[in-house]
């Protein structure tokens, strides 16, 4: 089956200690995205990547870091935690870039700093 | 620069037509449409490119006004299964494959 998977789907973590949320999918997609996602406020992309090797920031990158080495995964790690980094985080591919291609997204990380 | 989607929300009987609206103060590539259920993922509804081309679903219908810089998604005879907050995405040219996202406008449907 075609997806995008993340893990773990719910976090519960204390300020300041680093963790990393993955993502993966199995279509081949050159495109992959995490964006995180608050009341009122819509998806906020943090970082997305054309490729292996190329990543590139979104709008709301400070506190975030990305890694792609391989093609499949796509992986969000913050480094120290902070309170207002609580929300829903989501991870889309896509097979080229955005335009004119359907997002796939995974199920979402439900990320809670105390 | 994050796109203005209006109503904010809409209360529909079954059966009754709805229309969702993206506006933008930017000229725009393309603009995406997708619905998300209560805690869950969005899911793709359609896209719209400057040119006229489309690609979705066959149930929705939207257009795009490219000199307007808005969008319109069309609901005709809600099912229930329409219930959801759509979000519209929009990418600007030369924007390097950016999409910009709208607040959502949250839908509901009633029997």
């Known amino acids: 089956e075609a997806q995008v998977t993340q893990n773990p789907r719910y976090l519960i973590t204390v300020t300041g200690k680093k963790l990393t949320v993955t993502c993966s999918q199995n279509?081949?997609?050159?495109?992959m995205s995490w964006y995180r996602q608050d009341p009122g406020l819509g998806l906020r992309q943090i970082y997305y990547?054309?490729?292996?090797?190329?990543?590139d920031k979104g709008d709301v990158p400070e506190g975030y870091k990305v890694s792609r080495k391989e093609k499949r995964n796509f992986p969000l790690i913050l480094e120290s935690p902070s309170p207002n980094q609580t929300s829903l985080y989501f991870c889309?591919?896509?097979?080229?870039?955005?335009?004119?291609?359907?997002?796939?997204f995974g199920p979402g990380t439900r990320l809670t700093v105390t | 620069q994050q796109p203005v989607q209006s109503p904010q929300a809409v209360i529909l009987r079954e059966g009754e037509d709805a229309v969702i609206n993206c506006s933008s103060s930017?000229?725009?590539?393309?603009v995406h449409w997708y619905r998300q259920k209560h805690g869950e993922a969005p899911i793709f509804l359609m896209i719209?490119?400057?040119g006229g081309e489309q690609k979705g679903h066959d149930k929705i219908s939207a257009s795009f006004n490219e000199k307007k810089q808005q969008s319109s998604l069309y609901l005709t005879a809600s099912q229930l299964s329409y219930s959801g907050t759509y979000f519209c995405?929009?990418?600007?040219?030369?924007?390097?494959?950016?999409?910009?996202w709208g607040a959502g406008t949250k839908l509901i449907i009633k029997p």
């Open positions: 930017k000229a725009l590539y393309s």
């Open positions: 719209l490119l400057k």
């Open positions: 279509m081949n997609h050159e495109y």
């Open positions: 990547s054309m490729n292996v090797e190329v990543t």
């Open positions: 889309a591919s896509s097979p080229g870039q955005p335009f004119g291609e359907e997002q796939y």
């Open positions: 995405g929009t990418e600007l040219p030369f924007s390097n494959y950016q999409l910009i």
